[in-house]
């Protein structure tokens, strides 16, 4: 299994940009899918980005547009480039990646947007 550690996150006023890390224990040039998710609080987490090994991406109609995910295989680093960030995307942001059965969490980064 790989372990995952995401950073990048912090405070930024609205329309401001971060970028968030999602650094893998493992080469992940083998692992089929990425994705990062956000949970704000009272609410249910949500899968706002997803990355495959080839590089087709998929975004949520609330981010699309204002995120790009990538991935890096040569440093084991997948990413999520954020702007135009708004009130709204506070939420803690946590990667994921599956390979087969083999389901991986990091443990999330605070992103804080002020109005």
């Known amino acids: 299994q790989v372990q995952l550690a995401e950073s990048g996150g912090g405070l930024v006023q609205a329309g401001g940009s971060l970028r968030l890390s999602c650094a893998a224990s493992?080469?992940?040039?083998?692992?089929?899918?990425m994705a990062w998710y956000r949970r704000a609080t009272g609410s249910e987490r949500e899968l706002i980005a997803f990355?495959?090994?080839?590089?087709?991406?998929t975004y949520a109609d609330s981010v699309k547009g204002r995120f790009t995910i990538s991935r890096d295989s040569g440093k084991n680093t997948m990413y999520l480039q954020m702007n135009s960030l708004k009130p709204e995307d506070t939420a803690r942001y946590f990667c994921?990646?599956?390979?087969?059965?083999?389901?991986?969490w990091g443990q999330g980064t605070q992103v804080t947007v002020s109005s």
């Open positions: 493992r080469n992940i040039f083998h692992i089929p899918n």
């Open positions: 994921k990646s599956t390979s087969g059965l083999i389901v991986s």
């Open positions: 990355i495959t090994s080839d590089g087709n991406t």
